[in-house]
């Protein structure tokens, strides 16, 4: 199996920093895509970030140019680095991993969530 192990969060003033991992562990034969995703209390869970074994970036257009996102491809682990955090930043913040497992199967994993608080 697979289980993704996360870590970063908490609570930052606005304009602050906060720096999210998620290392995926277990039976991956190679990682595809991995990501973090938020989700605010009465909204939708949305994409915020995701990079590709080859490295390729996507953003939510509201954090471009505050986060970055970044993969150590041999670690399996994920990081997002959120810089200016606003607000609005404020949700549970989901790790997920979609990769090819020993069996020869794509899978998509998603870790427990941890909270990011960014007050006024």
């Known amino acids: 199996q697979v289980q993704l192990a996360e870590s970063g969060g908490g609570l930052v003033e606005a304009g602050g920093s906060l720096r999210l991992s998620c290392a995926a562990s277990?039976?991956?034969?190679?990682?595809?895509?991995m990501g973090w995703y938020r989700q605010a209390p009465g909204k939708q869970r949305d994409l915020v970030a995701i990079?590709?074994?080859?490295?390729?970036?996507n953003y939510l257009n509201s954090v471009k140019g505050r986060f970055t996102i970044s993969a150590d491809n041999a670690k399996n682990t994920v990081y997002l680095q959120m810089n200016s955090l606003k607000p609005e930043d404020t949700a549970v913040y989901y790790c997920?991993?979609?990769?090819?497992?020993?069996?020869?199967?794509?899978?998509?994993?998603w870790g427990q969530g941890i909270q990011v608080t960014v007050s006024s």
């Open positions: 990079i590709t074994r080859t490295g390729s970036t």
């Open positions: 997920n991993a979609v990769v090819w497992v020993v069996d020869g199967t794509v899978r998509s994993y």
């Open positions: 277990g039976s991956i034969r190679s990682r595809n895509t």
